[in-house]
Nanobody, 122 residues
Framework: QLPLVESGGGLVQAGDSLRLSCTASGRTLSTYNMAWFRQAPGKVREFGAA????????YYSDAMKGRFTISRDNASNSVYLQIVSLKPEDTAVYYCAARSLDWLGPGTYDYWGQGIQVTVHS
C-alpha cells in the first residue's frame, strides 16, 4: 500500500495562486511516477499532469497546460502541483496518484490519495 495524502487546498479567490502537496507517510515516492487528477462538480475525474520518478520528464493534459506546474522533491518525499491565476472553473477535488508503470500520462494508476478540495471564488 501507498498511503498518499494531499494538502494545500482550500477556498481562494480568482487570480490567486495555490500549491498542492502530496506525500506518503512511511513510504518513499521516489520509485513511482506521480500524477495529479481533478474532479469538478458533476464531472468525471480527469487526468491533469504527470511527472517521472526523477522529476525530469513531465506531461500535461490540455486542460492543465500553461497555469499548472507539476514538480517533485524526492528528498522530502513530496510531489507538488502549483496553480497560478486560479479561475472558478478550477474548482474541483484534486487527487494525487502513483503508479509503477514507466509511462507518463493518463490511464490506470495504482494508488490514490483521498483528494483535496479547491474552491475558487470569483
Amino acid at each position: 500500500q501507498l498511503p498518499l495524502v494531499e494538502s494545500g487546498g482550500g477556498l481562494v479567490q480568482a487570480g490567486d495562486s495555490l500549491r498542492l502537496s502530496c506525500t506518503a507517510s512511511g513510504r518513499t515516492l521516489s520509485t513511482y511516477n506521480m500524477a495529479w487528477f481533478r474532479q469538478a462538480p458533476g464531472k468525471v475525474r480527469e487526468f491533469g499532469a504527470a511527472i517521472d520518478r526523477r522529476g525530469k520528464d513531465v506531461y500535461y493534459s490540455d486542460a492543465m497546460k500553461g497555469r499548472f506546474t507539476i514538480s517533485r522533491d524526492n528528498a522530502s518525499n513530496s510531489v507538488y502541483l502549483q496553480i497560478v491565476s486560479l479561475k472558478p472553473e478550477d474548482t474541483a477535488v484534486y487527487y494525487c496518484a502513483a503508479r509503477s508503470l514507466d509511462w507518463l500520462g493518463p490511464g490506470t494508476y495504482d494508488y490514490w490519495g483521498q483528494g483535496i478540495q479547491v474552491t475558487v471564488h470569483s
